[in-house]
């Protein structure tokens, strides 16, 4: 008997035949050992719920398709599973069971039906984790007790270091007056004041739905789906929730300061209420954890990986969807990106808003911004105006500035710093450094004199299973701006004068480990450079995302205040551009309220925005599910990309909103610019840049660390005398960025990337120097 290994995914929500990864699925045939006779019975065993190599918790959700006439059985490292084999509701043509009592390591899962046989091998990872995202970080707050349940009652307190607690589930239902979910008071009948919906496929059914709470990977886990508990049978993959559209939505929340060292005591966004309250009503399942809140965890790795958790722990709770798409604002937009990108199939589509490619977009950007102030306010002495240096910095005023080079606080580990940035007008704040969840106890916390060996608050920090640590033990870093012309397109535009050109660039410097500004510029270290794309907390664009829809919408839109720019949502989208050839599976629609706006002021415009986010959240979302619907509907041969280009809806193309209480749609191709023809998208939402990309560098902003070539007077629209041009050479003594050649180090990201312990696809064993 011989067994073959035929491409497979998770089920249909899973496409890994994208990469060509094969293993989980195995097919044997009756016949001898050496040939295995085709016309024999055969037997196909496949893992639905993860890929077999990262099973969690002890348990799988496992198909057989058989074509013996004797009953299936199923053993585990030798000895009878614990397991029944159901039909499959989805697929008839398969028999489904969760496995059980798997042991943390590998296990040999065998099918055996009429001397047929089929085997596969699963690697079970403890349900607290880690799988790949490397030792879980210390020191770590546990926030169960503090979690509040949908019924208002708190999770309880934990149980182990790891910060367990019991799984609780709770039934809520909708009365038929509406407004927000109320919890039922009995699971035996409903009460007379339900409601009833309608799913996306047209059953209705009561509107009461089933939550379900947990911890997961250090984490708290919530899903949420319509569930009967007086009507229906039990949920489990072989009977799925009436209710249940087969489809699900990942949720992610936002921010990412102080996401350090905190399990999470409230979701970013909840499963169950605003928006979600809508999708559960359509039948949608929603899933999410406290460490899908960047808030909580700044840590895309750490959110991969707890994301992969959560929807196996789903599958086998309700059984395979037939579409995934991950949702996420701001924080969550980045995170839905990277997550969607690292883990291919993870996501079957992106529909995310206030975008960002990563969170490191932010830092790199924010820390630039910061070293342009401080020069600004202490080296400037050829009369750098604060107008000239808002040009340098390539955004719109002076306010949208300083609020970038405020968020440079996440890099800057010293608790207090102190920074001359100005404030007025600002709805993000003041600089804040070292900034710390109240949960983290003081004692615990970094200081370079009392505390060397505490807990630093920084995006390197908690990313340093990816970056690596050094002597010390501190995150490495992968800023780097050695090379970088500060001001390079106004010197050519004779907006910046030589003199002061050179100054800039003289005295612009850069900081050290603790964020302290030095005189000389930094490089950044090589090894966090390579790792930061193999794991995609670089975004790269050319993994999970380039085979899946991606819906990036504008709903904030404000060019002044509080860091959201558009240029980030063109960053994202040219790193697709750049890494699948064109952005053919991309959608971008802008237009949508300001901060002012969400900060409760009344400025003008401001119902007109208000209705254009409306509008725009309402068809964006209609547009995106027919997509998911259309692509994922089509069973033929072809690649999943061809798949997703051919069957985009004619309402997912490019476009804006007209400034209007009854905003119209305006089809156009988005482009990044701040001037356009009236009525154009451009003239209505214009769109500036940041300090690199006045330095010649790509709207991408894709290179951490740009390779060097000699400066040339040929390079420069205005002419350097030959003193300046020594001073030029001075301040670049290897030489200047070029901009036309591929980072350093710049690599795709590497698929499922592992940082320990998982030894496949293993980037790099997390603890080393």
């Known amino acids: 008997m011989k067994f073959k290994d035929v491409e497979n995914g998770w089920g249909r929500g899973f496409q890994f035949a994208l990469l060509g990864i094969s293993g989980a699925v195995l097919v044997a045939c009756g016949g001898s050992d050496d040939t295995p006779s085709p016309a024999g019975p055969t037997l196909q065993l496949q893992v639905l719920s993860s890929k077999p190599e990262l099973v969690s918790n002890g348990d799988t959700l496992i198909a057989v398709k058989s074509s013996a006439p004797d009953p299936i059985t199923?053993?585990?490292?030798?000895?009878?599973?614990?397991?029944?084999?159901?039909?499959?509701?989805?697929?008839?043509?398969?028999?489904?069971?969760?496995?059980?009592?798997?042991?943390?390591?590998?296990?040999?899962?065998?099918?055996?039906?009429?001397?047929?046989?089929?085997?596969?091998?699963?690697?079970?990872?403890?349900?607290?984790?880690?799988?790949?995202?490397?030792?879980?970080?210390?020191?770590?707050?546990?926030?169960?007790?503090?979690?509040?349940?949908?019924?208002?009652?708190?999770?309880?307190?934990?149980?182990?270091?790891?910060?367990?607690?019991?799984?609780?589930?709770?039934?809520?239902?909708?009365?038929?007056?509406?407004?927000?979910?109320?919890?039922?008071?009995?699971?035996?009948?409903?009460?007379?004041?339900?409601?009833?919906?309608?799913?996306?496929?047209?059953?209705?059914?009561?509107?009461?739905?089933?939550?379900?709470?947990g911890t997961m990977n250090r984490g708290v886990y919530q899903n949420a789906v319509l569930h009967d508990p007086t009507k229906d049978a039990a949920p489990s993959p072989a009977t799925p929730p009436k209710g249940w559209n087969r489809k699900l939505i990942g949720v992610h929340g936002t921010g990412c300061a102080t996401g350090w060292y905190i399990q999470g005591a409230a979701m970013g966004v909840s499963p169950y209420t605003g928006v979600n309250l809508t999708r559960l009503g359509e039948g949608y399942a929603v899933f999410t954890n406290t460490l899908n809140h960047p808030t909580n965890s700044c840590n895309a790795t750490l959110a991969g990986e707890t994301t992969l958790m959560g929807k196996e722990h789903f599958i086998e709770t309700y059984g395979v969807p037939s579409a995934t798409v991950s949702v996420g604002t701001s924080g969550g937009a980045y995170t839905s990106l990277q997550v969607a990108d690292a883990y291919p199939g993870l996501f079957d589509g992106v529909f995310i808003d206030a975008t960002f490619p990563d969170a490191l977009s932010i830092s790199m950007a924010a820390m630039d911004a910061k070293l342009l102030n401080r020069f600004l306010t202490t080296g400037n002495t050829t009369g750098v105006t604060e107008a000239q240096m808002v040009d340098v910095s390539g955004h719109k005023s002076a306010r949208a500035w300083y609020d970038l080079a405020v968020q440079s606080g996440r890099t800057d580990p010293v608790s207090g710093r102190v920074e001359n940035i100005p404030v007025a007008g600002s709805f993000g704040g003041a600089y804040a450094a070292g900034v710390f969840n109240p949960a983290v106890p003081v004692a615990l916390r970094w200081n370079e004199l009392t505390n060397p060996a505490g807990a630093r608050a920084t995006v390197f920090d908690i990313g340093r299973n990816v970056y690596g640590v050094d002597a010390s033990g501190y995150g490495r870093r992968p800023f780097d701006n050695m090379g970088v012309q500060y001001g390079l397109a106004q010197f050519n535009a004779g907006t910046l004068s030589a003199e002061q050109f050179l100054e800039l660039n003289e005295k612009v410097g850069g900081y050290d480990r603790n964020g302290n500004y030095v005189a000389a510029r930094t490089a950044g270290d090589?090894?966090?450079?390579?790792?930061?794309?193999?794991?995609?907390?670089?975004?790269?664009?050319?993994?999970?995302?380039?085979?899946?829809?991606?819906?990036?919408?504008?709903?904030?839109?404000?060019?002044?205040?509080?860091?959201?720019?558009?240029?980030?949502?063109?960053?994202?989208?040219?790193?697709?551009?750049?890494?699948?050839?064109?952005?053919?599976?991309?959608?971008?629609?802008?237009?949508?309220?300001?901060?002012?706006?969400?900060?409760?002021?009344?400025?003008?415009?401001?119902?007109?925005?208000?209705?254009?986010?409306?509008?725009?959240?309402?068809?964006?979302?209609?547009?995106?599910?027919?997509?998911?619907?259309?692509?994922?509907?089509?069973?033929?041969?072809?690649?999943?990309?061809?798949?997703?280009?051919?069957?985009?809806?004619a309402a997912a193309v490019d476009g804006c909103f007209s400034f209007s209480t009854t905003p119209q749609f305006i089809a156009e191709t988005q482009t990044l610019g701040k001037t356009g023809a009236a009525g154009s998208c451009n003239a209505i939402w214009p769109s500036y840049t940041f300090p690199r990309a006045q330095a010649g560098g790509s709207v991408a902003a894709d290179k951490l660390k740009c390779q060097l070539k000699p400066a040339s007077s040929s390079d420069y629209a205005v002419s350097l005398t030959g003193p300046q041009m020594a001073r030029l050479n001075a301040a670049f003594p290897n030489g200047v960025c070029d901009w036309s050649k591929p980072g350093v180090d710049q690599t795709p990201v590497v698929p499922y990337a592992s940082f320990g312990p998982s030894p496949v696809n293993l980037v790099f064993q997390a603890g080393q120097p």
């Not at 065998?110 to 085997?119: M, Q």
Request: glycine share 10%; hydrophobic share 40%; with cysteine.
């Open 74 to 213: 199923l053993t585990v490292n030798g000895a009878p599973a614990t397991a029944t084999l159901k039909p499959d509701p989805a697929d008839a043509t398969r028999m489904i069971a969760v496995v059980s009592g798997l042991k943390v390591g590998v296990n040999t899962l065998e099918a055996a039906s009429a001397g047929v046989k089929a085997k596969l091998e699963l690697t079970n990872y403890p349900r607290t984790g880690p799988m790949i995202s490397g030792p879980h970080l210390t020191p770590y707050a546990c926030q169960t007790d503090a979690f509040t349940l949908p019924d208002g009652s708190k999770l309880g307190a934990s149980t182990d270091a790891n910060c367990t607690a019991p799984t609780k589930v709770q039934y809520l239902y909708r009365k038929v007056s509406g407004g927000a979910l109320v919890p039922m008071t009995s699971l035996t009948a409903l009460p007379s004041d339900f409601a009833t919906t309608t799913n996306t496929n047209g059953v209705q059914v009561p509107f009461v739905v089933r939550i379900e709470t």
């Open 526 to 649: 090589a090894g966090a450079i390579k790792r930061a794309y193999q794991s995609g907390l670089q975004l790269g664009g050319g993994g999970g995302l380039a085979a899946i829809p991606v819906f990036d919408m504008s709903n904030f839109y404000d060019e002044d205040n509080f860091y959201h720019y558009q240029w980030f949502h063109f960053a994202a989208r040219e790193r697709m551009r750049l890494a699948n050839g064109d952005t053919r599976n991309h959608v971008m629609w802008r237009g949508g309220v300001s901060f002012a706006d969400l900060f409760g002021l009344v400025t003008p415009g401001k119902a007109e925005r208000a209705a254009i986010s409306a509008k725009s959240q309402a068809d964006g979302w209609a547009a995106f599910t027919s997509w998911v619907d259309a692509y994922r509907g089509d069973t033929t041969a072809a690649p999943q990309r061809d798949k997703v280009i051919a069957r985009k809806p």
